[in-house]
């Protein structure tokens, strides 16, 4: 019967225990969110694939800010993308958002000089559960490539100025 008290006594302290943390933690100053994209541009000239991974703050609701690092392939080549990503929410739905973002920054790739870009678009933000989305959108991309000519004639290089449009589906975390 002792043995069972003391075992009893430390079953009730250890539940205790467990239960006694707060409630309700104090709330992040800044929430994280986290998203993999991928992408995919289907306009001429250059039909494209790309995949990014995009961490950065939620201020509130209606604003995110964050930076990514992504793969993309074209009949260019393969380059690797750096971004600093920005997504604005508008309510539409009780688990629906309109989205509108805008994603730029450069491109390198060591066979090429790297160049810029930018990426505006819209889409809808499907809300899951709490700390998931689904997100759809579709976009226009301007990038400036650098490209070599095998002519003596004109100048060496040249900028090929790309315009697409294309499709994207996030995972946001």
Do not use: W
């Not at 995919?40 to 201020?59: C, E, W």
């Not at 805008?102 to 000089?113: K, N």
């Not at 294309?166 to 946001?172: E, I, R, T, Y």
């Amino acid at each position: 019967m002792k043995k069972f008290s003391v075992l009893l006594a430390l079953l009730l302290l250890a539940t205790g225990a467990v239960s006694a943390k707060p409630k309700h933690p104090a709330p992040r100053l800044f929430p994280y969110q986290g998203e993999v994209s991928l992408r995919g541009a289907v306009s001429a000239p250059t039909p494209g694939l790309g995949i990014s991974y995009i961490n950065g703050v939620r201020f509130n609701p209606y604003l995110f800010v964050g930076g990514g690092i992504g793969l993309h392939s074209n009949d260019y080549g393969i380059y690797v993308p750096l971004s600093l990503d920005i997504k604005g929410y508008i309510p539409v739905g009780r688990h629906t958002d309109f989205m509108f973002f805008c994603d730029g920054g450069l491109m390198f790739d060591p066979e090429h000089p790297s160049h810029g870009f930018i990426r505006p678009g819209f889409g809808l933000n499907f809300h899951v559960v709490k700390s998931f989305a689904i997100n759809i959108g579709f976009y226009y991309e301007y990038a400036p490539y650098e490209r070599n000519r095998n002519s003596t004639e004109l100048p060496s290089t040249y900028t090929q100025r790309i315009h697409s449009i294309g499709f994207a589906l996030g995972f946001s975390f």
